[in-house]
């Protein structure tokens, strides 16, 4: 069972051969200066501005919680959708908890007053 | 009634007590953050007691899931004695954790409403985990129970300890999480189902394959990190030492409850027909558990993380009573998980009665006469104290008996001898307690310290030492009803430990 994966096996190996072999290569042959341009991150772009490292506000973490929140919904309500007719009245009844669920989520979010940005 | 999960409908009969408790939960966040909105507060004491009624209204329909069968033993959700039982010991942990939780919270600075619906989010998780019969409903359950003990455990994020005991028990139950998903991969790639009525036919076949094989040993690698066994117990000082004690209390007995029961239902259960090469692990892992965790516990300076060790020790006893794999040691589990989560419950409840403003008194010489100065509280903690050493006229005596019998009648005579001598080397610990309490006088400037644990808390310590006593004196009926239990799970034999049929 496991002989007819093989060449699948040959191709990864071949694959993984050429992308560090090129890689590989590439350092070998070829000739390397450094200079402050070339190290900048952008090497034609504008001068960077100062560290990467700022902190910034947690306001921004939970955007970003809420989001996600939202994201996992749509990736599970576009399935339902598409398929609401097969999956009848016991697909429409478990959408319809899940949506329930997130939405005791929601009013929690909104009254602890994540939704506001000040 | 009869379910026989034709229809998708019959699934919220089954589930009955964790959507109540689910709903429940939900409700208890509800009214807090209405009440509360964004501002930073105190909850009302409303919310503790909303949780504690939510409790025994699960409890109720958790005793109404007797009344219905199911058709045959292949559903994803168990609707057996056995959940019921297990339930029931869940239902009265998480209540425990409750009734101690009133007024510490207060204390420490950290009363909101979110403690209690993560406390009963949790113990959703530890009902499923009890229910499934399959090992996908297993893995969500475990992760519905871990993702709000997680939080749970670092709930006072302002003290160090306790987020390094969340971070470090986060870090380590993931990585176990891991393991057990790996092991399910393993085991449906060879068994083709993640049904264990659907595994337990293919086992004879299975017993040779070594991909099934792996993934067996990893699903017990999962679980027993679940129930901090040795070698996967390193996280488990280090959590219940910083977690908040309530959560504390919860994860030495709900939590182990639940795991455990998830363990006979997988193990001793599922996989009977490869017993010979599961147990030859298991035996080695409960030996170890049993004396490493002893030895340690002598060591331990601080009453919180002896109990830490000690409930440690517990989880070896109980693998003992998992490894008979036969009626008598699931009847004889039941019984000592009743006794173990009424003393380790409420031996945690007194470590957070000794206490000095919003601290915690933990160290043994903070115990010095303490049993005088509270002649309840005293006496109450060292009931506790002789039954988890398993003294005569405790609870915990008759339970070890138990278990050593069940033990016997299997034939591991080895593992009983070991449980004996373990329990004699956790004497000494225990005793050093009982010791300081009472015959090491209190320093005087300490003499007019008081106790802060509330009146529930105090009506909740003592009705669960007037319990384990009661389960010395008169255990037949709790016996009868947890022999009555794993009946669906073995095959009975005639008399039990001396009762009639």
């Known amino acids: 069972m496991l002989r007819s994966y093989l060449p699948l096996l040959i191709l990864l190996g071949i694959s993984a051969a050429q992308a560090v072999g090129m890689v590989v290569v590439s350092q070998v042959l070829s000739p390397t200066k450094w200079t402050w341009v070339k190290a900048s991150p952008y090497e034609s772009g504008i001068d960077p501005l100062g560290s990467t490292r700022e902190r910034f506000s947690v306001k921004f973490y939970v955007v970003a919680i809420l989001f996600i929140v939202f ?35 929601l009013i929690y979010e909104w009254r602890k007053g994540a939704l506001e940005w000040d | 009634m009869t379910l026989d999960f034709a229809s998708q409908a019959d699934y919220l009969l089954a589930l009955l007590p964790e959507i109540v408790l689910s709903l429940w939960a939900m409700l208890v966040l509800m009214v807090d953050v209405f009440q509360k909105g964004n501002r930073v507060e105190a909850s009302r004491p409303v919310v503790a007691w909303l949780s504690l009624a939510g409790l025994v209204v699960t409890a109720a329909a958790n005793g109404w899931l007797l009344t219905i069968e199911e058709a045959a033993v292949t559903g994803m959700v168990a609707v057996d ?16 954790a409750i009734l101690i939780s009133i ?44 993702v709000a003990l997680y939080v749970l455990v670092g709930f006072d994020r302002r003290d160090p300890r306790s987020s390094e005991g969340a971070l470090k028990y986060f870090l380590l139950g993931s990585f176990s999480s891991g393991f057990l998903l790996y092991g399910i991969a393993l085991v449906f790639g060879s068994a083709r189902s993640t049904n264990l009525s659907a595994i337990v036919p293919l086992l004879p076949s299975l017993q040779e394959s070594p991909m099934f094989l792996i993934g067996a040993g990893l699903l017990l690698v999962g679980l027993a990190f679940k129930v901090a066994v040795m070698p996967f117990h390193v996280w488990t000082p ?47 892992l409960a030996l170890l558990t049993m ?67 919003a601290n915690e008194l ?94 529930p808390g105090q009506l909740a310590m003592s009705v669960s030492a007037v319990a384990v006593l009661a389960l010395f004196f008169v255990p037949g ?25």
């Not at chain 2, 004695?81 to 425990?96: D, Q, T």
């Not at chain 2, 008979?324 to 173990?340: I, P, S």
């Not at chain 2, 794993?486 to 009762?499: E, H, K, Q, W």
């Open chain 1, 71 to 105: 994201d996992v919904e749509t990736v599970f309500l576009i399935p339902w959708a598409v398929v609401m007719r097969e999956v009848g009245v016991a697909g429409f009844v478990a959408a319809a908890m899940f949506i329930f669920i997130l939405t005791v989520g």
């Open chain 2, 81 to 96: 004695s056995f959940r019921v039982f297990v339930n029931f010991i869940v239902l009265i942990a998480a209540a425990l």
């Open chain 2, 103 to 146: 007024g510490y919270l207060d204390r420490r600075g950290i009363n909101r409403g979110e403690f209690y619906a993560l406390l009963l989010f949790a113990t959703v998780g530890m009902m499923l985990l009890g229910a499934a019969r399959d090992l996908i409903l297993l893995f969500l359950a475990l992760e519905l129970m871990s």
């Open chain 2, 238 to 284: 280090d959590a219940y030492d910083g977690a908040p004690t309530p959560v504390t209390a919860l994860m030495a007995t709900g939590v182990k409850a639940a795991a455990f029961a998830a363990f006979i239902r997988v193990f001793a259960v599922g996989f009977a027909g490869i017993y010979n090469e599961w147990s030859v692990v298991l035996s080695w």
């Open chain 2, 291 to 357: 004396f490493g965790a002893n030895l340690i516990a002598l060591t331990q300076g601080s009453v919180k993380r002896m109990l830490a060790y000690s409930s440690i020790a517990h989880a070896g006893y109980l693998l003992v009573a998992v490894l008979a794999a036969n009626a008598y040691g699931a009847a004889a589990f039941l019984f000592y998980l009743l006794v173990y989560t009424l003393m380790t419950a409420g031996a945690f409840g007194i470590v957070i009665a000794n206490s000095r403003g």
């Open chain 2, 362 to 455: 933990n160290k043994l010489d903070d115990y010095a006469g303490f049993g005088w100065r509270e002649p309840l509280l005293g006496a109450v903690f060292s009931i506790f104290l002789l039954s988890l050493a398993g003294f005569p006229l405790t609870g915990g005596f008759i339970g070890k008996l138990y278990i050593l019998r069940s033990s016997l009648e299997a034939g591991n005579v080895e593992l009983a001898v070991s449980l004996v001598l373990a329990s004699v080397i956790s004497y000494f610990y225990y005793l050093r307690v009982v010791v300081v309490m009472y015959m090491r006088p209190a320093p005087a400037e300490e003499a007019n310290r008081t106790v802060l644990l509330t009146g």
């Open chain 2, 477 to 501: 009926w709790v016996l009868d009803v947890a022999q009555r239990s794993v009946a669906s799970l073995f095959t009975v034999p005639g008399t039990f430990f001396g009762l009639g049929p």
